[in-house]
């Protein structure tokens, strides 16, 4: 019995082996499960889901997965492989949507491997033509993908897949845009209206070009450079605001800074010493942000991939924050933050306001006014004035913040004074008055733009003192504070007279509604006439160039001294001191009573009197405004402008601002920008 038992078990085993021979069985091969289970983790299963060829440097695993139901080798295809992308598509049974967001992942694959041709390096043509035309393949099934498949983007839109397609061709059409700029459209590009700009043949293609979209600075037709936003990586920024969407994200730079960058040197005719050539008055932000379509023309996916033209077109993000596609309303990406933050980076702001006050060459020598977009009369005017020894860059997350809010970027756009901050107080107001009208005037001659009524003005530090100058009433107060402590000569008083007038006496701009004075030494601070600020200011040099236009003029108001040798002729620093005749009959100047008036004062220490209080260099009493509607008192020292809660309150008075009107353009909270860490 147990031999019979014996053989009928051999026998068993022998079939089973012959069957798992046959069949290649791995179940009767090794006498175990198909299928195994091990857990994931949540990170694990998002990289799992999310990860692919921009992220991880692998394909994404739907497109491994749609390799294998293809019968496709999928390790060859892992690698950048033309044959996999030629095959692909002949293969009968994978739905459109599956095959053309794989086939966009393989081509943005096989343009990565290749090197990008770089900005006036030798390039090889067979290879820029290879990486350009497989960013437009992975540009055009991506947009086939998006638009010519069965169902819509927004019966897709909480799809992880339909997140990476639109990451692939926003990449795709970053990599291409700047390739095409550098190595065809910069040196083939005409001289007239950028809009104008015709046809580029380039990899077998055709582009359409169209710049209408972009608000290009006045006498500008195409940028020196075009640099992706997402390839800038800042210090100093707290915040990177960008608005997620459709597109390529990039900042245009049209120009060298005319100011913070040295002006050329211009030789006069004959023997003459070579001299600067004067920088503009004002100039629009050099730097700013646009975004960049590809739009691939076709009725149906099948037309879109037989055509070899695509439409390039690029947009102004501050006007345009969506576009209609096929029947579709699709959001524009965007990035507030990356234009203004290279241009200050590139800026040398830092270095060229010390040389200013300590009159050095290179540095400057009348306000300049910086637009932060390209000027846009719908949009009001944020209006910022630095303090001593200080530049824009005392701004730099004040402006980014504002800019960053989409109710305030929609309702405003920011201007901002470089001014020299040696010179006498009175001198500087009155040429940022002149100033700021000029460029009101230049843009909007007849005045009855939004953008040149009811501006808001910020100043801090210094700033805030000339602030106060540019809404206040002189009357005869400050010509007869200063003249008549001086007992000028009346024919000497009679030469300087038209030249002295402007500074000392003035009434409120009437463009300005609203006014925020942040750390603002109205009455003058006690460090300013201090041993310390005695020794500063006679560190600080005034320029030849306003030496030779107003020197009699400051030498008249610098008076005698008991020796009866000129005195010292008075700079910024002289004007801050809380003894100076100047700042002391200003802080008695009536404001414009029209002008809605905010203060922002800092406190070294949230210990003891408000009272008594200062931030290190300005005293509470002196920063106080009676009749302000708001004043919020932050502990911190004096540049208390750049402190979260001061630009916290900046927002709220500016958005306190907007609610009093009417014309306000409504905020769009569904398309806010996305605050990112400084990159």
Same mark, same amino acid.
């Given at each position: @019995?147990?031999?019979?038992?014996?053989? %009928?078990?051999?026998?068993?085993?022998?079939?089973? +082996?012959?069957?798992?021979?046959?069949?290649?069985?791995?179940?009767?091969?090794?006498?175990?499960?198909?299928?195994?289970?091990?857990?994931?983790?949540?990170?694990? /299963?998002?990289?799992?889901?999310?990860?692919?060829?921009?992220?991880?440097?692998?394909?994404?695993?739907? /497109?491994?997965?749609?390799?294998?139901?293809?019968?496709?080798?999928?390790?060859?295809?892992?690698?950048?492989?033309?044959?996999?992308?030629?095959?692909?598509?002949?293969?009968?049974?994978?739905?459109?949507?599956?095959?053309?967001?794989?086939?966009?992942?393989? %081509?943005?694959?096989?343009? +990565?491997?290749?090197?990008?041709?770089? =900005?006036?390096?030798?390039?090889?043509?067979?290879?820029?033509?290879?990486?350009?035309?497989?960013?437009? !393949?992975?540009?055009?099934? =991506?947009?086939?993908?998006?638009?010519?498949?069965?169902?819509?983007?927004?019966?897709?839109?909480?799809?992880?897949?339909?997140?990476?397609?639109?990451?692939?061709?926003?990449?795709?059409?970053?990599?291409?845009?700047?390739?095409?700029?550098?190595?065809?459209?910069?040196?083939?590009?005409?001289?007239?209206?950028?809009?104008?700009?015709?046809?580029?043949?380039?990899?077998?293609?055709?582009?359409?070009?169209?710049?209408?979209?972009?608000?290009?600075?006045?006498?500008?037709?195409?940028?020196?450079?075009?640099?992706?936003?997402?390839?800038?990586?800042?210090?100093?920024?707290?915040?990177?605001?960008?608005?997620?969407?459709?597109?390529?994200?990039?900042? #245009?730079?049209?120009?060298?800074?005319?100011? #913070?960058?040295?002006?050329?040197?211009?030789?006069?005719?004959?023997?003459?010493? #070579?001299?600067?050539?004067?920088?503009?008055? %004002?100039?629009?932000?050099?730097?700013?942000?646009?975004?960049?379509?590809?739009?691939?023309?076709?009725?149906?996916?099948?037309?879109?991939?037989?055509?070899?033209?695509?439409?390039?077109?690029?947009?102004?993000?501050?006007?345009?924050?969506?576009?209609? +596609?096929?029947?579709?309303?699709?959001?524009?990406?965007?990035?507030?933050?990356?234009?203004?933050?290279?241009?200050?980076?590139?800026?040398?702001?830092?270095?060229?306001?010390?040389?200013?006050?300590?009159?050095? !060459?290179?540095?400057?020598?009348?306000?300049?006014?910086?637009?932060?977009?390209?000027?846009?009369?719908?949009?009001?005017?944020?209006?910022?004035?630095?303090?001593?020894?200080?530049?824009?860059?005392?701004?730099?997350?004040?402006?980014?913040?504002?800019?960053?809010?989409?109710?305030?970027?929609?309702?405003?756009?920011? %201007? $901002?004074?470089?001014?020299?901050?040696?010179?006498?107080?009175?001198?500087?107001?009155?040429?940022?008055?002149?100033?700021?009208? !000029?460029?009101?005037?230049?843009?909007?001659?007849?005045?009855?733009?939004?953008?040149?009524?009811?501006?808001?003005?910020?100043?801090?530090?210094?700033?805030?003192?000339?602030?106060?100058?540019?809404?206040?009433?002189?009357?005869?107060?400050?010509?007869?504070?200063?003249?008549?402590?001086?007992? +000028?000569?009346?024919?000497?008083?009679?030469?300087?007279?038209?030249?002295?007038?402007? @500074?000392?006496?003035?009434?409120?701009?009437?463009?300005?509604?609203?006014?925020?004075?942040?750390?603002?030494?109205?009455?003058?601070?006690?460090?300013?006439?201090?041993?310390?600020?005695?020794?500063?200011?006679?560190?600080?040099?005034?320029?030849?160039?306003?030496?030779?236009?107003?020197?009699?003029?400051?030498?008249?108001?610098?008076?005698?001294?008991?020796?009866?040798?000129?005195?010292?002729?008075?700079?910024?620093?002289?004007?801050?001191?809380?003894?100076?005749?100047?700042?002391?009959?200003?802080?008695?100047?009536?404001?414009?009573? #029209?002008?809605?008036?905010?203060?922002?004062?800092?406190?070294?220490?949230?210990?003891?009197?408000?009272?008594?209080?200062?931030?290190?260099?300005?005293?509470?009493?002196?920063?106080?405004?009676?009749?302000?509607?708001?004043?919020?008192?932050?502990?911190?020292?004096?540049?208390? $402008? !750049? /402190?979260?809660?001061?630009?916290?309150?900046?927002?709220?008075?500016?958005?306190?601002?907007?609610?009093?009107?009417?014309?306000?353009?409504?905020?769009?909270?569904?398309?806010?920008?996305?605050?990112?860490?400084?990159?």
């Amino acid at each position: @019995m147990s031999g019979r038992l014996h053989g %009928w078990a051999w026998r068993a085993v022998v079939a089973a +082996l012959l069957v798992a021979g046959l069949g290649g069985c791995a179940i009767l091969r090794e006498f175990g499960p198909s299928v195994a289970v091990a857990p994931m983790t949540p990170g694990e /299963t998002i990289a799992l889901q999310r990860g692919d060829i921009l992220t991880t440097g692998r394909l994404s695993a739907a /497109t491994a997965q749609t390799i294998r139901v293809a019968g496709l080798d999928a390790d060859a295809c892992a690698q950048p492989s033309v044959d996999c992308i030629r095959a692909l598509p002949d293969v009968d049974g994978i739905a459109d949507e599956r095959r053309l967001s794989a086939m966009s992942e393989l %081509w943005l694959q096989q343009a +990565l491997a290749l090197p990008r041709p770089e =900005a006036g390096a030798a390039v090889d043509p067979a290879t820029a033509d290879a990486r350009l035309q497989a960013l437009l !393949e992975a540009a055009r099934h =991506a947009y086939a993908y998006l638009f010519h498949t069965a169902r819509t983007p927004g019966e897709r839109a909480f799809e992880d897949r339909q997140t990476q397609v639109r990451d692939w061709y926003n990449q795709a059409v970053q990599e291409a845009s700047t390739q095409l700029f550098d190595t065809r459209i910069r040196s083939a590009s005409p001289a007239g209206d950028p809009a104008d700009t015709g046809p580029v043949e380039a990899a077998g293609w055709t582009l359409h070009l169209d710049m209408a979209g972009v608000r290009l600075p006045e006498g500008t037709t195409m940028p020196q450079e075009l640099l992706p936003a997402s390839s800038l990586a800042f210090q100093g920024l707290r915040s990177i605001y960008r608005r997620d969407g459709f597109g390529a994200e990039l900042v #245009a730079v049209m120009a060298d800074d005319p100011v #913070a960058v040295v002006a050329p040197v211009v030789p006069d005719a004959g023997d003459a010493p #070579a001299r600067r050539r004067p920088p503009p008055a %004002w100039s629009e932000m050099p730097s700013p942000s646009l975004t960049v379509l590809f739009r691939f023309p076709g009725e149906d996916a099948a037309a879109v991939l037989a055509m070899r033209e695509v439409q390039v077109s690029a947009h102004d993000p501050y006007v345009e924050d969506t576009i209609a +596609l096929r029947g579709q309303a699709v959001p524009l990406a965007a990035n507030f933050s990356a234009g203004y933050g290279l241009w200050l980076a590139r800026s040398g702001f830092a270095v060229q306001s010390l040389r200013t006050l300590l009159g050095r !060459e290179r540095g400057i020598e009348r306000p300049h006014l910086y637009l932060m977009q390209p000027y846009d009369p719908q949009r009001r005017i944020v209006l910022m004035l630095h303090g001593l020894a200080s530049s824009p860059e005392a701004w730099v997350n004040v402006a980014n913040e504002i800019m960053g809010d989409e109710a305030l970027r929609q309702n405003y756009q920011v %201007w $901002q004074v470089y001014y020299p901050t040696n010179m006498p107080i009175a001198l500087n107001q009155a040429e940022i008055r002149r100033l700021v009208l !000029e460029t009101l005037a230049h843009f909007d001659p007849g005045g009855q733009a939004p953008a040149s009524r009811d501006i808001v003005l910020v100043g801090h530090s210094m700033g805030g003192v000339i602030a106060r100058l540019l809404v206040s009433s002189s009357g005869d107060a400050l010509w007869n504070a200063v003249t008549e402590s001086r007992e +000028l000569d009346p024919a000497r008083l009679a030469r300087i007279r038209p030249r002295l007038e402007p @500074m000392l006496r003035f009434e409120p701009l009437p463009q300005v509604g609203r006014a925020v004075f942040i750390a603002a030494p109205h009455r003058g601070t006690e460090v300013a006439g201090s041993r310390l600020g005695r020794w500063m200011s006679r560190l600080v040099r005034l320029p030849l160039t306003l030496l030779e236009g107003f020197g009699d003029v400051i030498q008249a108001l610098a008076g005698d001294d008991a020796r009866g040798r000129d005195a010292r002729s008075p700079n910024s620093i002289d004007n801050l001191s809380q003894d100076d005749p100047f700042v002391r009959a200003a802080a008695q100047l009536p404001i414009a009573p #029209a002008v809605r008036l905010h203060s922002i004062v800092a406190r070294r220490s949230g210990e003891g009197a408000l009272a008594d209080s200062d931030d290190g260099l300005v005293p509470y009493r002196s920063a106080h405004l009676p009749g302000a509607l708001s004043e919020k008192v932050i502990v911190s020292g004096h540049s208390v $402008q !750049e /402190t979260a809660p001061a630009i916290l309150e900046i927002r709220r008075i500016l958005h306190e601002d907007l609610a009093g009107r009417t014309d306000a353009a409504p905020a769009q909270p569904a398309r806010e920008a996305v605050a990112e860490p400084g990159r």
